[in-house]
């Protein structure tokens, strides 16, 4: 028990001394603090209101996109936001006037999306170093200057929560 203890230790101690060494860390950990308060906040709705499949059909129709904005030379998150906010309103207009098509509309998209985003991807000029990174995420890549548009997401979500919350 107390090589367990003594090595969990070691380890903290190497990290919180990595952690005061490399910026890069400590981007990662801001980010990961800032996607956590995101993350929780939206993902009690997900689980509670039982849409697990619409986040999934959002996240996915995001790639079309990420690759439209490779394709056409700009950064892949100018494309995913766009993307993620069409898909949502549309699920959401889809939801409030035909309720039986939801799920045929939400398969649609993530496959649409996926699709989109592959050919556009298998399109673009030169090679996507970092898409990867953006598909399947890798928070020590996370830039400094995305803090920011975290920090401005994360208070644009608690504002609308809180405004919005008895509706939720």
Request: proline share 2%; net charge negative.
């Amino acid at each position: 028990m107390d090589t367990i203890t003594e090595s969990t230790g070691t380890l903290m101690t190497e990290f919180f001394a990595a952690l005061s060494e490399h910026a890069f860390l400590q981007t990662a950990v801001v980010a990961a603090l800032l996607a956590s308060i995101g993350c929780g906040v939206m993902g009690t709705y997900v689980v509670v209101k039982r849409i697990a499949f619409i986040a999934g059909g959002i996240a996915h129709s995001v790639l079309g996109g990420m690759g439209a904005a490779v394709f056409f030379g700009f950064e892949p998150l100018h494309g995913a936001l766009p993307a993620a906010i069409a898909a949502a309103l549309l699920i959401g207009w889809v939801r409030l006037h035909w309720r039986a098509q939801e799920d045929t509309l939400i398969s649609a998209l993530w496959a649409i999306g996926m699709a989109i985003g592959v050919l556009f991807i298998a399109k673009a000029p030169g090679y996507q170093a970092d898409l990867m990174s953006y598909l399947f995420g890798n928070i020590l890549l996370v830039p400094r200057e995305s803090l920011w548009l975290m920090v401005a997401l994360d208070l644009i979500l608690l504002a609308i929560v809180g405004a919005y919350h008895r509706q939720f």
